[in-house]
């Protein structure tokens, strides 16, 4: 069965940078793109990324543009999402979600699967 | 960015009752909304997408409906797993978007 498996909680200073993962088992990895969204406290969830889990293109929110960086390692069937320059704001839950296999290379954005949410803590 | 406004915020009713959800979106998304029940420190899970269709496993008592700019999702008959938090999502303009969520608690 398809499962997302994230890291674990972070905490961490104002300017600071986070990675999380993301580790994909029950599927072929390579041809489903997987997107990361984050749910800030009391807000609703909000699309950040996603990456082509076959080449490795990217393409990412303009809300978190030139913060943000989507990778992938095929050989661990994991993707990683990193944030820098954090803030307060940035405290939320992140979570990666699988999307279906892309038609004539298009993205579809269509979250069928979700991993469990990390829990990014920005604090001083 | 399109904005996907859900009412009520939060629905109180008892096991066995019906319950209707509200989705509209600010302009046109065609069939493209998404349903997901979310319980506390779980994962989303996908209930209904395209507006009408049911996502594998999920039971005949959900059914969505709508296109354009307002949708609903009913829940015919309420079982204790059905309460949870339910929010609805657009797929035919980027960035995809989420609506704030609607709360269906036990009365």
Redesign the interface.
């Known amino acids: 069965q398809v499962q997302?498996v994230q890291s674990g909680a972070e905490v961490k200073k104002p300017g600071a940078s986070v990675k999380v993962s993301c580790k994909a088992s029950g599927y072929t990895f390579t041809s489903y793109p997987m997107h990361w969204?984050r749910q800030a406290p009391g807000q609703?969830?909000?699309?950040m990324g996603w990456i082509n889990s076959g080449n490795g293109d990217t393409k990412y929110?303009?809300n978190f543009q030139g913060r943000v960086t989507i990778t992938r390692d095929t050989s661990a069937s994991t993707v990683n999402m990193e944030l820098s320059s954090l803030r307060s704001e940035d405290t939320a839950v992140y979570?990666c979600?699988r999307d279906r296999p892309m038609v004539r290379g298009v993205v579809?954005?269509?979250?069928?699967?979700?991993?469990?949410?990390t829990l990014v803590t920005v604090s001083s | 960015e399109i904005v996907l406004t859900q009412s009520p915020a939060t629905l109180s009713l008892s096991p066995g009752e019906r319950a209707s959800l509200s989705c509209r979106a600010s302009q046109s998304v065609s069939s493209y909304l998404a349903w997901f029940q979310q319980k506390p420190g779980q994962a989303p899970r996908l209930v209904i997408y395209d507006a009408s269709n049911r996502a594998t496993g999920i039971p005949a008592r959900f059914s969505g409906s709508g296109s354009g700019t307002v949708f609903t999702l009913t829940i015919s008959s309420l079982e204790p797993a059905d309460f949870a938090v339910y929010f609805c999502q657009q797929r035919s303009n980027w960035p995809p978007t989420f609506g704030g969520g609607t709360k269906v608690e036990i009365k």
Do not use: H, K, P, T
């Not at chain 1, 579809?108 to 949410?117: C, K, L, M, S, V």
């Open positions: 997302l969204v609703r969830l909000e699309w929110s303009q979570y979600a579809e954005y269509f979250f069928d699967y979700w991993g469990q949410g």
